[in-house]
T-cell receptor, first 114, second 112 residues
Framework: ETGVTQSPTHLIKTRGQQVTLRCSSQSGHNTVSWYQQALGQGPQFIFQYYREEENGRGNFPPRFSGLQFPNYSSELNVNALELDDSALYLC?????????????FGSGTRLTVV | KQEVTQIPAALSVPEGENLVLNCSFTDSAIYNLQWFRQDPGKGLTSLLLIQSSQREQTSGRLNASLDKSSGRSTLYIAASQPGDSATYLCAVEIQGAQKLVFGQGTRLTINP
């Protein structure tokens, strides 16, 4: 079975620009979550999608938005980029409700805002 | 609000030693606790998951324990090897919200 794949692996953007990050969930997984990991910190929950709707959100402003598609893949969009948005963005997937199984994470997208 | 703390922040030991990493959390209303490994600049690799009803899980040289009532978990690594060098993160899944709350990690260095 394929794991979680994220693209691109690295990205450099200018402050004020917009960015879209992409994630393909592991086969059979219908829930996708996004996390932001600043350097030297633990990941922070951004939001989660199930059945193409956001069903959980962390403490992030509205300029962080997302989508989930019928094939369960997902996008994270960030508008009006700020320098503090520089981080590793991680995508995780799981089959909804299967709390006895852990989340599977992708390798991440390293975003640098200059 | 759930808070997860990992101590120590960094640890350096000689090869072959057994070691323990610690994780504490403030709210016992969790579904499970998961330990991850992260190599520099990479994603997270799941090591062990302990369900809230369990006390421990083992995989090879790794053993993780969970004491939900005291809000503590430990990750025991036996006979450490240089390849074990990485950052180790623990995370709890909060009841009623399918999201993980992470600690800041322990950066482990195993010296040959």
């Amino acid at each position: 079975e394929t794991g979680v794949t994220q693209s691109p692996t690295h990205l450099i953007k200018t402050r004020g620009q917009q960015v879209t990050l992409r994630c393909s969930s592991q086969s059979g997984h219908n829930t996708v979550s996004w996390y932001q990991q600043a350097l030297g910190q633990g990941p922070q929950f951004i939001f989660q999608y199930y059945r193409e709707e956001e069903n959980g959100r962390g403490n992030f402003p509205p300029r962080f938005s997302g989508l989930q598609f019928p094939n369960y893949s997902s996008e994270l969009n960030v508008n009006a980029l700020e320098l503090d948005d520089s981080a590793l963005y991680l995508c995780a997937s799981r089959k909804n409700g299967q709390i006895n199984y852990g989340y599977t994470f992708g390798s991440g997208t390293r975003l640098t805002v200059v | 609000k759930q808070e997860v703390t990992q101590i120590p922040a960094a640890l350096s030991v000689p090869e072959g030693e057994n070691l323990v990493l610690n994780c504490s959390f403030t709210d016992s209303a969790i579904y499970n606790l998961q330990w991850f490994r992260q190599d520099p600049g990479k994603g997270l690799t799941s090591l062990l998951l302990i369900q809230s009803s369990q006390r421990e899980q083992t995989s090879g040289r790794l053993n993780a324990s969970l004491d939900k009532s005291s809000g503590r978990s430990t990750l025991y690594i036996a006979a450490s090897q240089p390849g074990d060098s990485a950052t180790y993160l623990c995370a709890v899944e909060i009841q009623g919200a399918q999201k993980l709350v992470f600690g800041q990690g322990t950066r482990l260095t195993i010296n040959p």
